[in-house]
């Protein structure tokens, strides 16, 4: 007989009726003894999208910066079980006939407007059958090949087919597979306008099948994803944006470690494909899973569910309102603008961010709540409870959400009242995360950054090694605070340098140098062979290049890169490393280059074959080095030349002070960084293509305008002549 799909059936019934009529529930998916070696790409690990092996729900509002585990910990989520159905058997004709479609399609070259017809002919034919064909783990994916290769009619006639068991599809393993493709095969077409009301139909088609009991669907690890690139498409987002989304991307942006992403914000806001479809379905799959909040709220699935909504509603005020209200147990009918949370239990809240799943949907509140709403969260729900929340493995995340998305000042000071005093404790908890994500919001919003590096600082070191042992303790922040005599703890060898610690050090580099001398003496107080060992780490060079990206003065970037004497070389063809003698090479003065460039002219070779090597060799002009080292010498000091006097009539006030053989390392970070890049850039070109000249750069630039202010006087000279010219053969 044929396989009857993914699971097999308690009892089979051969009779034609109808699929959502049968109560027999599937066989327990770890009961499961049927297993195929051939998986065709499909993975057949535990590890579903979104979800990570161990059920650790990654957050659409990205990423965490702390490494405890919230899901392992976490075993009270919710289990909501889901509504079966019985499918019929496959006939082995069928079976025979998609057998025969898929050796003549897959892995052949077929003009494309015969495949479409030979794709959209088999399609046709499941007609009636979709759900049990859909669901069998061979055939879905000769459906998939067919989805991708049919015709618009075709594609939407196979889904307004599916519509009336759609849900039973989209929950399965290999259903889910059809449905996404045949989603995705949708999103191509929308690019065409005349498509859309076609399009439009059968998603409301499906729609109407989705919102008759939405929560089953929610909360299955199948249909969760599917219901998510469903509201994906409606928005008019690319189906791949969702599917390529990185939680690092956010976390970054939430660091300050990355401008928010512009594509972004364009794709979900000014996109709008279907805004009014998008609308009337969140708000009737929010009324028919009414009295099923609390459940929608503990799953992992329908946690997933609920974030993508919130993102994609982002810059609608009053939908967004109503739905957090409804996410946050409001019973209130209409509240009024400064009350939003009038009917809402306080208590209740704050139990629920301590579960796994509602702490990932609170940050996404928090991330996409309009400022009157998380300015109620803040004073009335969460406030005087911060430090108690930073304590707990899963609270600690929404602490950290509430700092990177205060508003205002005055937030910041509810949150620095609470937190301020406390980082030795959330650092001796392994909390650093929430402390690196206030550091964050004081940068942002410009308050309490002097006091919150004077509590790093006093967080990690006091008493006679004070500051000398600031930065060491920090990069290495979970060795020292594991450690019970701390007063004996020193360099450990070996050991990889901290993330979380490498990102606090990233951050207090960024701010002005005023503010963080102390950070200064320690990191240039560090031993040679530490400051070696920190280049090679992936945090620790991440480390030293901030330091040398700042706008500190270029005397202290120098007493740092002296440190490096001799292991340039090395360094250079070290993967991380590379990037540090870059940023050296940078920072240091004209004697400083030319040691660099000569430990590393001896490697050539090996730079060559490297993956940044090339682009070093070039950086640095080694081969013109040892070629014509004088002559080198002599481009190294005209480039100093050039950008001092550059920036000292072009650049900001506080750009126009150089100190003696300093480059422009020394200034950038204190200029818009944006420009200063493009400006970099256009003056780097130009004295690369003039390296042989002798002419002074601003010179060069200059008889470069005049001679073009002359070539452009010729030729308006000439087109005034032939206009005239036309004008009296008019005439």
């Known amino acids: 007989m044929v396989s009857v799909g993914l699971h097999a059936l308690v009892s089979r019934n051969h009779k034609g009726c109808d699929l959502t009529e049968q109560p027999t529930a599937w066989e327990n998916q770890t009961n499961n003894q049927w297993v195929r070696k051939r998986t065709m790409g499909r993975k057949t690990s535990k590890k579903h999208a979104g979800v990570n092996a161990d059920h650790t729900v990654e957050s659409v509002s990205g990423g965490n910066a702390d490494d405890n585990n919230r899901s392992h910990k976490d075993k009270k989520t919710t289990h909501v079980p889901q509504t079966s159905f019985l499918r ?137 994803h599917v219901l998510r690139s469903l509201l994906y498409l409606f928005k008019g987002v690319p189906l791949e944006e969702f599917h390529s989304t990185k939680s690092s991307v956010g976390l970054a942006e939430r660091l300050n470690l990355k401008a928010p992403h512009a594509k972004d914000n364009v794709s979900l806001q000014s996109v709008q494909i279907f805004p009014s479809l998008l609308k009337k379905f969140v708000s009737e799959m929010l009324n028919a899973a009414s009295e099923d909040i609390s459940k929608l709220q503990m799953n992992q699935y329908s946690s997933l569910v609920l974030q993508t909504v919130l993102k994609l509603l982002a810059g609608n005020e009053q939908e967004l309102l109503h739905l957090i209200r409804v996410l946050l147990g409001s019973s209130a009918g209409n509240a009024n603008a400064g009350n939003l949370l009038e009917g809402i239990t306080i208590r209740n809240i704050l139990r629920l961010v301590e579960e796994t799943a509602y702490s990932h949907l609170m940050e996404a509140i928090l991330e996409f709540a309009p400022e009157t709403l998380y300015n109620e969260l803040l004073t009335k729900v969460f406030r005087k409870s911060l430090f108690r929340m930073s304590s707990h493995h899963c609270a600690n995340f929404v602490v950290q959400a509430l700092a990177s998305h205060a508003k205002s000042q005055d937030h910041m000071d509810l949150i620095w009242e609470e937190l301020g005093t406390k980082f030795r404790d959330l ?5 650093s995360g929430v402390v690196v994500s206030v550091l964050a919001a004081t940068q942002r919003l410009h308050s309490h950054e002097h006091e919150c590096c004077q509590a790093i600082a006093a967080a990690v070191c006091t008493g006679d090694e004070f500051p000398k042992c600031i930065v060491p303790r920090i990069l290495f922040l979970e060795n020292f605070f594991s450690l019970r005599d701390k007063s004996n703890w020193s360099w450990p060898h070996g050991t990889k340098i901290h993330v979380v610690g490498s990102l606090i050090l990233q951050s207090i580099f960024r701010l002005p140098s005023e503010l963080i001398q102390v950070y200064v003496t320690s990191i240039t107080s560090l031993e040679e062979h530490h400051v070696l060992e920190a280049s090679k780490d992936p945090s620790g060079s991440r480390v030293i290049e901030s330091f040398l990206n700042s706008n500190i003065s270029g005397k202290q970037k120098r007493k740092l890169v002296a440190k490096l004497r001799g292991h340039f070389g090395e360094l250079s063809v070290h993967p991380f490393g590379s990037f540090t003698v870059e940023k050296c090479f940078t920072a240091s003065n004209l004697n400083l280059r030319e040691t660099i460039v000569s430990e590393m002219l001896p490697l050539q070779p090996e730079l060559s074959k490297s993956k940044q090597g090339p682009y070093l060799l070039r950086k640095l002009d080694i081969d013109g080095f040892a070629r014509q080292p004088d002559q080198w010498k002599s481009r190294q000091a005209s480039q100093q030349s050039a950008l001092k006097e550059f920036y000292a009539t072009f650049g900001p006030k506080e750009t126009k002070s150089f100190e003696k053989e300093s480059f422009l390392a020394d200034t950038v970070s204190k200029s818009k960084p944006g420009k200063l890049k493009d400006i970099r850039k256009e003056i780097e070109t130009t004295l690369a293509s003039a390296k042989t000249s002798n002419t002074p750069f601003l010179a060069h630039q200059v008889s470069k305008k005049v001679k073009r202010s002359k070539d452009e006087k010729k030729r308006h000279r000439k087109d005034g002549e032939s206009e005239s010219k036309r004008k009296k053969i008019k005439v």
Request: proline fraction near 2%; aromatic fraction near 4%.
């Open 427 to 431: 650092f001796e908890m392994g909390k």
């Open 88 to 224: 019929k058997q496959i006939d082995p004709e069928t079976a025979k006939y998609f057998a025969e479609i898929a050796n003549a399609i897959e892995g052949t070259e077929i003009d494309p407007e015969e495949r479409s017809v030979i794709c959209g002919n088999a399609l046709e034919e499941t007609r009636g059958k979709e759900a049990e064909l859909a669901t069998d783990y061979i055939i879905s994916h000769t459906l998939q090949t067919l989805l991708e290769g049919c015709s618009l009619d075709h594609l939407c006639s196979f889904l307004q087919s599916c519509a009336k068991n759609f849900s039973h599809i989209a929950a399965d393993r290999s259903g889910s597979h059809v449905v996404e493709t045949a989603l995705k095969s949708l999103s191509f077409h929308l690019q065409d306008n005349e498509n859309h009301s076609l399009i439009e139909h059968a998603l409301k088609k499906i729609c109407k099948a989705i919102v008759v009991n939405p929560v089953d669907l929610m909360c299955n690890c199948h249909g969760s």
